[in-house]
């Protein structure tokens, strides 16, 4: 019996593991992400906008960016919920969004990528903790 109390707490700590964001593995994801983004104090517009402070900006509003009209009348404001649902399904999420993504559907990599993206705050410095 005391093995498999002991099995289930190894479990349950490891599902704890899994469940935290991890910056280092989100800027592996993030690699693909950088044909279009940049992040960080040099960066600029590419075919999508920076993701410099990207939580809890309105959607559509990046200084020096075309957005599609879909995007900038979303109304949606970036938080971590909004982003999920729109990494993995940007078309879904804001339909007429000109981001060609198939989507990211990994759950883990998703957190992982959102502790990369809040790291950056609108200047592209270390956001504040």
Request: charged share 20%; glycine share 12%; proline share 4%.
């Amino acid at each position: 019996m005391m093995r498999v109390v002991l099995a289930a707490l190894v479990l349950l700590a490891g599902s704890g593991a899994a469940l935290a964001q991890d910056a280092a593995a989100g800027e592996v994801v993030f690699r693909q992400c950088r044909a279009c983004h940049q992040v960080g104090p040099t960066a600029r517009n590419l075919v999508g906008p920076v993701l410099n402070g990207l939580f809890g900006r309105k959607a559509g509003t990046v200084e020096g960016y075309s957005y599609s009209a879909a995007n900038k009348n979303s109304g949606l404001v970036w938080d971590e919920a909004v982003f999920r649902d729109y990494i993995r399904d940007p078309r879904g999420t804001i339909p007429g969004t000109k981001m060609i993504y198939a989507g990211l559907k990994d759950e883990q990599r998703i957190r992982d990528l959102i502790a990369f993206l809040k790291q950056f705050d609108g200047t592209g410095g270390p956001a504040a903790k």
